[in-house]
Protein backbone atom coordinates (compact mmCIF):
# COMPACT_ATOMS: atom_id res chain seq x y z
CA UNK A 1 0.00 0.00 0.00
CA UNK A 2 0.92 3.64 -0.24
CA UNK A 3 2.76 5.13 2.77
CA UNK A 4 3.37 8.54 3.73
CA UNK A 5 6.11 9.69 6.54
CA UNK A 6 5.51 12.90 8.39
CA UNK A 7 7.78 14.19 10.49
CA UNK A 8 8.71 15.05 13.15
CA UNK A 9 5.25 13.50 14.99
CA UNK A 10 5.88 16.10 17.90
CA UNK A 11 7.49 18.91 18.54
CA UNK A 12 7.64 21.93 21.32
CA UNK A 13 8.78 25.16 20.84
CA UNK A 14 8.92 28.80 21.70
CA UNK A 15 7.29 31.81 20.95
CA UNK A 16 8.95 33.26 18.12
CA UNK A 17 10.41 30.21 16.48
CA UNK A 18 9.74 28.66 12.84
CA UNK A 19 9.07 24.99 12.78
CA UNK A 20 9.81 23.11 9.51
CA UNK A 21 7.63 19.95 8.99
CA UNK A 22 7.93 17.13 5.86
CA UNK A 23 5.73 14.77 4.44
CA UNK A 24 7.16 12.48 2.72
CA UNK A 25 5.52 9.71 -0.08
CA UNK A 26 7.68 6.20 0.12
CA UNK A 27 6.77 4.07 -2.28
CA UNK A 28 4.64 6.71 -5.23
CA UNK A 29 5.19 10.03 -6.92
CA UNK A 30 2.83 12.67 -5.35
CA UNK A 31 2.46 15.40 -7.53
CA UNK A 32 -0.03 17.19 -4.87
CA UNK A 33 0.10 16.69 -1.42
CA UNK A 34 -2.60 18.20 0.94
CA UNK A 35 -2.16 20.14 4.54
CA UNK A 36 -4.38 20.01 6.93
CA UNK A 37 -4.70 21.16 10.33
CA UNK A 38 -7.21 19.50 13.21
CA UNK A 39 -7.95 21.01 16.57
CA UNK A 40 -9.07 18.67 19.19
CA UNK A 41 -12.29 16.26 19.12
CA UNK A 42 -12.44 18.19 15.56
CA UNK A 43 -12.39 17.64 11.78
CA UNK A 44 -9.86 18.03 9.37
CA UNK A 45 -9.81 21.70 7.96
CA UNK A 46 -7.78 21.93 4.18
CA UNK A 47 -5.14 24.45 5.16
CA UNK A 48 -3.20 24.42 1.36
CA UNK A 49 -3.03 22.20 -1.48
CA UNK A 50 0.85 22.16 -2.59
CA UNK A 51 2.02 21.08 -5.92
CA UNK A 52 5.60 19.99 -7.17
CA UNK A 53 7.10 22.50 -8.80
CA UNK A 54 5.05 25.55 -8.36
CA UNK A 55 3.19 27.81 -5.79
CA UNK A 56 0.67 26.17 -3.15
CA UNK A 57 -2.94 26.95 -2.88
CA UNK A 58 -3.81 28.37 -0.24
CA UNK A 59 -7.85 28.00 1.57
CA UNK A 60 -9.53 31.00 2.75
CA UNK A 61 -8.36 32.40 5.76
CA UNK A 62 -5.10 30.51 6.02
CA UNK A 63 -1.89 33.22 5.87
CA UNK A 64 0.33 31.99 2.93
CA UNK A 65 2.96 34.12 4.92
CA UNK A 66 2.56 31.83 7.99
CA UNK A 67 2.44 29.06 7.19
CA UNK A 68 5.04 28.47 3.99
CA UNK A 69 4.79 25.16 1.70
CA UNK A 70 7.14 23.90 -0.86
CA UNK A 71 6.98 21.15 -2.81
CA UNK A 72 10.36 20.66 -4.32
CA UNK A 73 10.01 17.09 -5.45
CA UNK A 74 7.99 14.69 -6.54
CA UNK A 75 7.99 13.03 -3.30
CA UNK A 76 8.68 15.58 -0.56
CA UNK A 77 6.58 18.46 0.68
CA UNK A 78 7.19 20.83 3.48
CA UNK A 79 5.41 22.92 6.11
CA UNK A 80 6.82 25.44 7.80
CA UNK A 81 5.20 27.52 10.37
CA UNK A 82 6.47 30.84 10.83
CA UNK A 83 7.45 32.80 13.95
CA UNK A 84 5.41 30.18 15.70
CA UNK A 85 2.70 31.64 18.38
CA UNK A 86 0.37 29.84 20.80
CA UNK A 87 -2.48 29.85 18.88
CA UNK A 88 -0.89 27.77 16.23
CA UNK A 89 -0.22 24.71 18.84
CA UNK A 90 -2.30 22.24 16.94
CA UNK A 91 -2.23 18.56 14.96
CA UNK A 92 -1.17 18.95 11.48
CA UNK A 93 -1.42 16.42 9.14
CA UNK A 94 -0.13 15.86 5.07
CA UNK A 95 -1.89 13.47 2.76
CA UNK A 96 -1.27 12.38 -0.76
CA UNK A 97 -2.97 11.06 -3.76
CA UNK A 98 -1.19 8.32 -6.15
CA UNK A 99 -2.99 10.26 -9.00
CA UNK A 100 -3.56 7.21 -11.28
CA UNK A 101 -7.31 7.49 -12.84
CA UNK A 102 -11.02 6.81 -12.27
CA UNK A 103 -12.02 7.15 -8.65
CA UNK A 104 -9.02 5.17 -6.74
CA UNK A 105 -7.03 9.06 -7.39
CA UNK A 106 -9.45 10.61 -4.60
CA UNK A 107 -7.96 8.59 -2.20
CA UNK A 108 -5.88 10.01 0.12
CA UNK A 109 -2.75 8.46 2.42
CA UNK A 110 -1.80 10.48 5.47
CA UNK A 111 1.24 10.87 7.41
CA UNK A 112 1.12 10.42 11.06
CA UNK A 113 0.36 14.20 11.90
CA UNK A 114 2.33 16.58 13.73
CA UNK A 115 1.68 17.76 17.23
CA UNK A 116 2.43 21.31 17.65
CA UNK A 117 2.92 22.58 20.64
CA UNK A 118 4.20 26.78 21.07
CA UNK A 119 5.08 28.33 24.94
CA UNK B 1 -15.11 24.70 4.43
CA UNK B 2 -16.76 21.44 5.65
CA UNK B 3 -19.30 19.47 3.55
CA UNK B 4 -20.30 16.55 5.39
CA UNK B 5 -21.88 16.39 8.76
CA UNK B 6 -21.97 12.75 10.72
CA UNK B 7 -23.97 11.83 13.55
CA UNK B 8 -23.82 11.37 16.05
CA UNK B 9 -20.96 12.93 17.16
CA UNK B 10 -19.93 9.82 19.83
CA UNK B 11 -21.03 6.48 20.00
CA UNK B 12 -20.83 3.88 22.42
CA UNK B 13 -21.27 0.37 22.36
CA UNK B 14 -20.55 -3.43 23.50
CA UNK B 15 -18.35 -5.77 21.90
CA UNK B 16 -20.56 -7.69 19.07
CA UNK B 17 -22.76 -5.24 18.58
CA UNK B 18 -23.23 -3.23 15.38
CA UNK B 19 -22.57 0.57 14.91
CA UNK B 20 -24.11 2.78 12.15
CA UNK B 21 -22.41 6.51 11.69
CA UNK B 22 -24.08 8.36 9.14
CA UNK B 23 -22.93 11.49 7.01
CA UNK B 24 -24.82 14.31 5.28
CA UNK B 25 -23.39 16.27 2.45
CA UNK B 26 -24.37 19.80 0.71
CA UNK B 27 -22.88 19.61 -2.84
CA UNK B 28 -23.07 17.26 -5.75
CA UNK B 29 -20.25 14.89 -5.58
CA UNK B 30 -18.25 12.39 -7.56
CA UNK B 31 -17.59 9.85 -4.93
CA UNK B 32 -17.94 9.89 -1.33
CA UNK B 33 -14.96 8.32 1.06
CA UNK B 34 -15.17 6.87 4.92
CA UNK B 35 -12.15 7.17 7.26
CA UNK B 36 -11.10 6.07 10.50
CA UNK B 37 -8.40 7.95 12.69
CA UNK B 38 -6.92 6.61 15.94
CA UNK B 39 -6.69 9.11 18.42
CA UNK B 40 -3.10 11.16 17.27
CA UNK B 41 -2.92 9.57 14.00
CA UNK B 42 -3.33 10.23 10.65
CA UNK B 43 -6.38 8.85 8.86
CA UNK B 44 -6.72 5.45 6.92
CA UNK B 45 -8.77 5.08 4.07
CA UNK B 46 -11.84 3.00 4.52
CA UNK B 47 -13.68 2.69 1.53
CA UNK B 48 -14.82 4.14 -1.07
CA UNK B 49 -18.25 4.68 -3.10
CA UNK B 50 -19.38 6.18 -6.45
CA UNK B 51 -21.72 8.10 -6.41
CA UNK B 52 -23.70 6.03 -8.99
CA UNK B 53 -23.49 3.22 -6.27
CA UNK B 54 -26.17 2.85 -3.91
CA UNK B 55 -24.18 0.33 -1.47
CA UNK B 56 -20.66 -1.34 -1.03
CA UNK B 57 -19.26 -3.75 1.33
CA UNK B 58 -15.67 -4.89 2.62
CA UNK B 59 -15.09 -7.32 5.54
CA UNK B 60 -17.77 -6.03 8.64
CA UNK B 61 -18.09 -2.69 6.50
CA UNK B 62 -21.26 -1.58 4.82
CA UNK B 63 -21.67 1.70 3.19
CA UNK B 64 -25.07 3.21 1.86
CA UNK B 65 -25.31 6.23 -0.49
CA UNK B 66 -28.54 8.14 -1.35
CA UNK B 67 -27.85 11.22 -3.33
CA UNK B 68 -31.21 12.29 -3.72
CA UNK B 69 -30.92 13.17 0.16
CA UNK B 70 -27.03 13.82 -0.14
CA UNK B 71 -26.34 11.23 2.71
CA UNK B 72 -24.48 8.60 3.35
CA UNK B 73 -24.24 5.52 6.34
CA UNK B 74 -21.06 3.87 7.70
CA UNK B 75 -21.96 0.18 9.39
CA UNK B 76 -19.61 -1.74 11.04
CA UNK B 77 -21.19 -5.16 12.19
CA UNK B 78 -19.80 -7.53 15.02
CA UNK B 79 -17.67 -4.46 16.60
CA UNK B 80 -14.35 -4.97 18.29
CA UNK B 81 -12.81 -3.48 20.67
CA UNK B 82 -10.16 -2.06 18.19
CA UNK B 83 -12.86 -0.59 16.25
CA UNK B 84 -12.68 2.46 18.71
CA UNK B 85 -12.01 5.18 16.64
CA UNK B 86 -13.12 8.47 14.91
CA UNK B 87 -14.19 8.18 11.98
CA UNK B 88 -14.89 10.54 9.36
CA UNK B 89 -16.48 10.92 5.80
CA UNK B 90 -14.68 12.80 3.26
CA UNK B 91 -16.14 14.21 -0.14
CA UNK B 92 -14.50 15.47 -3.63
CA UNK B 93 -14.72 19.15 -4.76
CA UNK B 94 -13.03 20.07 -7.72
CA UNK B 95 -9.50 18.76 -8.28
CA UNK B 96 -8.42 15.91 -5.91
CA UNK B 97 -8.86 17.88 -1.93
CA UNK B 98 -11.18 15.99 0.31
CA UNK B 99 -13.43 17.97 2.24
CA UNK B 100 -14.06 16.33 5.66
CA UNK B 101 -17.10 15.91 7.91
CA UNK B 102 -17.20 16.70 11.64
CA UNK B 103 -16.67 12.72 12.53
CA UNK B 104 -18.19 10.28 14.82
CA UNK B 105 -16.14 9.13 17.82
CA UNK B 106 -16.87 5.40 18.18
CA UNK B 107 -16.03 3.75 21.55
CA UNK B 108 -16.62 0.07 21.87
CA UNK B 109 -15.93 -1.68 24.98
CA UNK B 110 -15.82 -5.27 25.44
Known amino acids: GAVVSQHPSRVICKSGTSVKIECRSLDFQATTMFWYRQFPKQSLMLMAT?????????EQGVEKDKFLINHASLTLSTLTVTSAHPEDSSFYICSAGRGVGGPAKNIQYFGAGTRLSVL | SQQGEEDPQALSIQEGENATMNCSYKTSINNLQWYRQNSGRGLVHLIL?????REKHSGRLRVTLDTSKKSSSLLITASRAADTASYFCATDQAGTALIFGKGTTLSVSS
Open chain 2, 49 to 53: IRSNE
Open chain 1, 50 to 58: SNEGSKATY
